[in-house]
């Protein structure tokens, strides 16, 4: 069964960092492009980063470049979030997504809070 599982969300600090991860499972996974995305509370879910299946090119959300890097491992067919100087206004459920042409996948999402 595909699966897409994060791990690393908790809460911090203002100018803390976190790292999340997301491990594929029942997927191939280094043919596509991974990316994660955030949904705060009321408001839609917007894209922080992407990566490509090689993991040549990166892109990021304005709100997070500079602070955020986004990385792969295809051997552990892990893709890894590492978020620096976070800010309350991070404070979301973070998604790990799976570009996928036949049909995306998405992890289950989970937590992460910044307080001031």
């Known amino acids: 069964q595909a699966q897409l599982a994060e791990s690393g969300g908790g809460l911090v600090q203002s100018g803390e960092s976190l790292r999340l991860s997301c491990a594929a499972s029942g997927i191939t996974f280094n043919i596509y492009a991974m990316a994660w995305y955030r949904q705060a509370p009321g408001k839609q879910r917007e894209l922080v980063a992407r990566i490509t299946r090689g993991g040549t090119v990166t892109n990021y959300a304005d709100s997070v470049k500079g602070r955020f890097t986004i990385s792969r491992d295809n051997a552990s067919v892990t893709v890894y979030l590492q978020m620096n100087t976070l800010k309350p206004e991070d404070t979301a459920v973070y998604f790990c997504?799976?570009?996928?042409?036949?049909?995306?996948?998405w992890g289950q999402g989970i937590q992460v809070t910044v307080s001031s």
């Open positions: 997504y799976m570009d996928r042409p036949g049909g995306a996948y």
